[in-house]
């Protein structure tokens, strides 16, 4: 890449901040998924390696709208850091001001400290420049990590950028590495998987997509949406009608490269515990019915297309796989990537549900790449450039 990286930097005495991506999901001052921290822990060692003379790191979670919401506040990721750095970590209950000053001034050297939410904020998600200006007060060099507000220019990312010198740190110099270099000359075959609920909301990405691919696989809610455009009667399933000539035009430029599911695990209730059948993806739904998964046979016809690929991106999961019963498409989509991976192809895993599904199937390990970022994710893949990383020194 050519932007600057940590790698470019000294940090030795010198007051570093950092912005990590710790939107993380919490259940009161439990954090449910902690990826996301353990995703910052390298770039946090390599700084501290160098014996800065202080850590600032700074994060939003969830969007409190510019108001302080004690639900939303950072404190509870405090204690998981500590625990993954085997470090104090300290917290400061906002994230400019005197007391966020004061904490800072007092940190030991190359101490760490988290800050509070910078969405409790008004200023972050307008990109303020006087609340840029007080976030750039706490340190001497910028750090960006988050990929997963890359897509976004708010102030913890793009205004400080442009008030400091500013380099990407570990996680977000491998988010580029993988989901933008590796895109823009995949070793071939390549194939895609999309899934998800909504045509609409990827319409840029399939077509960007096409161009590339040798293969475009769609599965989830997406997948009923075309076959309602060919005519199919897709009963109770999630269908985009709005979508609908969308879908013929896509499928119409697509020719032969956009697969769809040739089974499908149809419920006759949105409900993990209703009555299921497979149903061959030729026939129409029953009255009543709904489709929450790709069926076994699409499973191997999927797993089938995969099979031989040397890049393979996939983003978003092909059912409902909150609900065990109809996980199993997705667990079996996952298991394939899983095994191309070991066969030599550089998987890639689109971050949000498809990330989770991942983690949950218990085979994160066995993909080439996991990106922490959904949105900032798919636009990449649309090949658009990010304000976060546009943002970034030159080398």
């Known amino acids: 890449m050519n932007k600057m990286t940590v790698r470019d930097l000294s940090f030795a005495a010198k007051r570093v901040l950092l912005r990590v991506d710790f939107n993380v999901p919490l259940d009161g ?100 420049r006087d609340f840029a200006g007080q976030l750039a007060r706490h340190g001497e060099i910028f750090v960006n990590d988050a990929f997963g507000s890359a897509h976004r220019a708010h102030a913890s990312n793009v205004g400080l950028s442009q008030t400091m ?32 609920a909504k045509v609409s909301g990827k319409i840029d990405v399939i077509e960007a997509l096409l161009g590339k691919v040798e293969a475009l696989l769609v599965g989830g809610g997406m997948a009923n949406t075309f076959f309602a455009a060919q005519g199919r009667d897709m009963a109770d399933s999630l269908v985009e009608r709005e979508a609908l000539d969308i879908a013929r035009d896509l499928l119409a430029k697509a020719r032969n490269k956009l697969l769809l599911p040739i089974d499908q695990r149809i419920a006759d209730a949105f409900d993990n515990n209703a009555a299921q059948q497979v149903l061959d993806a030729a026939a129409d739904l029953p009255s009543g019915w709904q489709s929450l998964d790709i069926g076994p046979a699409t499973i191997g016809f999927y797993a089938r297309q995969l099979s031989g690929a040397k890049t393979i991106v996939w983003n978003g999961p092909m059912g409902v796989f909150e609900m065990p019963s109809f996980a199993k498409g997705t667990i079996g989509i996952a298991r394939a990537l899983a095994n191309e991976t070991a066969n030599g192809a550089t998987t890639i895993v689109g971050g949000g549900d498809s990330a989770a599904a991942v983690e949950q199937a218990g085979l994160a390990d066995q993909i080439s790449h996991i990106s922490t970022g959904g949105g900032a ?3 990449l893949l649309e090949g658009k450039t990010l304000p976060g990383l546009a943002a970034l020194a030159d080398r």
């Open 29 to 128: 001052q439990k954090v449910l998924d902690d990826t996301r921290i353990r995703a910052a822990v390298p770039t946090i060692q390599f700084i501290l390696e160098q014996q800065p003379r202080s850590l600032i790191l700074m994060s939003h979670l969830g969007r409190p709208k510019g108001r302080r919401v004690p639900e939303l506040s950072l404190a509870p990721v405090a204690p998981v850091l500590a625990k993954y750095l085997d470090l104090d970590v300290a917290f400061a209950d906002d994230c400019i001001g005197g007391n966020a000053d004061s904490m800072i001034d007092a940190l030991p050297r190359s101490g760490l400290i988290l800050l509070e939410n910078t969405r409790f904020h008004p200023g972050e998600t307008k990109n303020d």
């Open 165 to 196: 010198t500013a380099v990407a740190g570990l996680l977000l110099e491998k988010e580029i590495d993988y989901l933008s270099t590796t895109i823009e000359d995949p070793q071939r075959p390549f194939v895609a998987l999309l899934g998800g």
């Open 377 to 379: 994710s798919l636009e």
